[in-house]
Nanobody
């Protein structure tokens, strides 16, 4: 397994931007598909975005498509989530996760998780 730590959460007004980072330990980071999930207050954890090990394939939830961008730097063992045009409904704890299977996007596909970082969007 890989250890994951998220950075970059905070509070922002609607329409603003934030960039989340997730630092991974271990020399096999570039073999994992990486994903971002979020858990809004009182709701289930939901898929946001994922990127394959090479960075060549990305996939997004409909709710964030066109506003969020996932990327990775394998040399730095880091995955990013650039969030633009933020809305109050984006408020959640955001989690970074790692999966072995290439085209993973469901919670059960991912077996390593970070602790989460809070994102709050005010109207």
């Amino acid at each position: 397994q890989v250890q994951l730590v998220e950075f970059g959460g905070g509070s922002v007004q609607a329409g603003g931007s934030l960039r989340l980072s997730c630092a991974a330990s271990g020399r096999t980071f570039n073999t994992y598909t990486m994903g971002w999930f979020r858990q809004p207050p009182g709701k289930e954890r939901e898929f946001v975005a994922r990127i394959t090990w090479s960075g060549s394939n990305t996939y997004y939830a409909d709710s964030v498509k066109g506003r969020f961008t996932i990327s990775r730097d394998n040399a730095k063992n880091t995955v990013y989530l650039q969030m633009n045009s933020l809305k109050p409904e984006d408020t959640a704890v955001y989690y970074c996760a790692a999966a072995i299977a290439t085209y993973s996007y469901t919670r059960t596909d991912f077996n390593s998780w970070g602790q989460g970082t809070q994102v709050t969007v005010s109207s």
